[in-house]
């Protein structure tokens, strides 16, 4: 969030309020003023803030974490009235973050919410932090929903099973899963093959697509095969550049 609110400071004009707990960033006035307000210091709690954040004429609104119905609720009424609201959820992927939504409201009020969500939702993106091959850091594997027509549809109609199958089939579009984050990350060498699978949202669908990838380059299939790994080639010779094991 951080990242995307200094963009937004950098590249336009406008006012930006964040409610967070704790500040954890303080943004600089660059092309916005950015007004940052933390939970028990600056407002009693981010209902409190949120509900009289209209009155100051925002561009761009930042809540730090939804917690309650309440907090959930305000972030969709700023997006029915044109403002930009950027806000985390935890949530393991993009699906479990709108079963999270979902189950915020009562049974009665989710046929509404789906199609409050199909109207107003640009993206989802869940993010975790895989250990790098030689443990000195970690390296951003992220799953992107991004609402277009047919995602939107699939939204409206509550079918959130289909939305991970969307993710998986519009790579063209921007969008990807996990699984599909983490295979590229394991076949550019920047993670294990342990690793990849340990963090993987279904463990069979990876393999199975790192097995593919494999079966599609020769090479990388003849490496794979028998034990051997782009590590240690037969030939003796040094791993190539992002290579990685099984």
């Known amino acids: 969030l951080a990242a995307m609110i200094g963009h937004r400071n950098e590249n336009s004009r406008g006012h930006i309020i964040t409610v967070e707990d704790p500040i954890e960033f303080v943004h600089q006035h660059r092309g916005c003023i950015v007004t940052q307000r933390e939970v028990g210091i600056d407002t009693e709690s981010f209902e409190v803030a949120l509900k009289n954040?209209?009155?100051?004429?925002?561009?761009?609104?930042?809540?730090?974490?939804?917690?309650?119905?309440?907090?959930m609720e305000q972030a969709i009424t700023f997006a029915e009235t044109g403002h930009l609201c950027l806000c985390t959820l935890h949530a393991n992927n993009a699906n479990q973050a709108l079963d999270r939504i979902l189950h915020f409201f009562p049974a009665d009020r989710h046929q509404q919410l789906w199609m409050d969500l199909s109207l107003n939702l640009k993206a989802m993106v869940a993010q975790q932090l895989i250990p790098t091959r030689d443990g000195q850091g970690r390296r951003a594997c992220v799953e992107i929903l991004l609402n277009t027509p047919l995602a939107a549809d699939l939204i409206r109609k509550g079918d959130v099973a289909a939305v991970k199958d969307l993710m998986r089939q519009s790579t063209e579009q921007g969008m990807q899963t996990f699984d599909q984050a983490l295979y590229n990350l394991y076949v550019s060498g920047d993670i294990t093959y342990e690793d990849a699978i340990a963090h993987a949202d279904s463990a069979n669908d990876l393999r199975l697509l790192i097995k593919l990838g494999a079966d599609n380059n020769p090479e990388q299939m003849r490496k794979i095969a028998g034990g051997l790994t782009m590590q240690e080639d037969a030939s003796g010779k040094p791993p190539p550049r992002g290579s990685y094991r099984r």
């Open 53 to 71: 954040m209209l009155r100051q004429a925002p561009d761009v609104i930042m809540i730090g974490e939804v917690r309650t119905r309440e907090a």
